[in-house]
């Protein structure tokens, strides 16, 4: 047997996504087959979201892109997180061609991970989000910068299983702003044409993000665009 032969059955694994074995994945070292890399590489697509914020997503939450935000939240998966992060930053430079956010070489963008609770960010090893954002913005490069602004009380509730009123409920009550990051955000935000964009992982009814965005205003921080994984 050839060293390359060796490799290819060390590297061979199940993918992250869909669970498929694939003897060549799609990117060298990254457990992803071709046929999840093509879907989750798709062309983004602009969603109905709350009020006029625009809200863009790598696809509905089905598919590779359920499988990786499950590989990455459930299964605490490092590899899905940078994959989340990948996908993260192709939307966020489909937006930027939209031309509603701006192209980070040129004026600075501002990422606004979604807020979690404390103890899910515990429970799956860090803040998925965060992490995925953090990654998306290291290949968006200098000028993209995260903040994290929020983080939900821990008393409040996963919103899975909540009907959109509750949620809407559980965020407004819940979410905590920490006003020292939204003044960092604000001093890059002053730069000429810099913009903010929350970003997350799956938008199910739109009511983290229009909660989010809304104690954002509330804190003189406006927010230009929301950019999801998937959308449910
Ligand atoms: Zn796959």
Redesign the pocket.
């Known amino acids: 047997m050839r060293v390359g032969e060796l490799a290819g059955l060390v590297w061979r694994d199940d993918?992250l996504?869909?669970g498929?074995v694939?003897a060549s994945p799609a990117v060298e070292g990254l457990s992803?087959?071709r046929?999840?890399a093509a879907d989750l590489r798709r062309v983004p697509s602009r969603v109905p979201g709350p009020g006029k914020l625009p809200v863009f997503t790598a696809g509905m939450y089905g598919g590779?892109h359920r499988?990786v935000v499950l590989a990455a939240k459930e299964q605490r998966r490092a590899d899905a997180v940078r994959v989340a992060g990948a996908v993260m930053a192709g939307v966020l430079r489909h937006v930027v061609a939209e031309g509603l956010l701006p192209d980070p070489r040129l004026a600075p963008l501002v990422l606004l991970p979604a807020p979690t609770t404390r103890r899910a960010a515990k429970d799956r090893g860090g803040c998925v989000v965060r992490r995925a954002a953090d990654v998306a913005c290291a290949e968006l490069g200098e000028g993209c910068h995260v903040v994290s602004a929020a983080t939900m009380a821990p008393s409040s509730r996963d919103s899975v299983g909540l009907g959109r009123g509750e949620r809407a409920a559980n965020i407004a009550v819940n979410l905590r702003i920490d006003p020292g990051s939204v003044r960092r955000a604000a001093r890059i935000l002053r730069a000429t044409g810099a913009a903010a964009c929350i970003v997350d992982d799956v938008s199910t009814t739109g009511a983290t993000l229009s909660g989010f965005a809304a104690a954002l205003a509330a804190h003189g921080l406006t927010v230009d665009a929301a950019v999801v994984v998937a959308q449910a």
Do not use: M, P, T
């Open positions: 993918c996504a869909c498929r694939d992803l087959c046929g999840c590779a499988g």
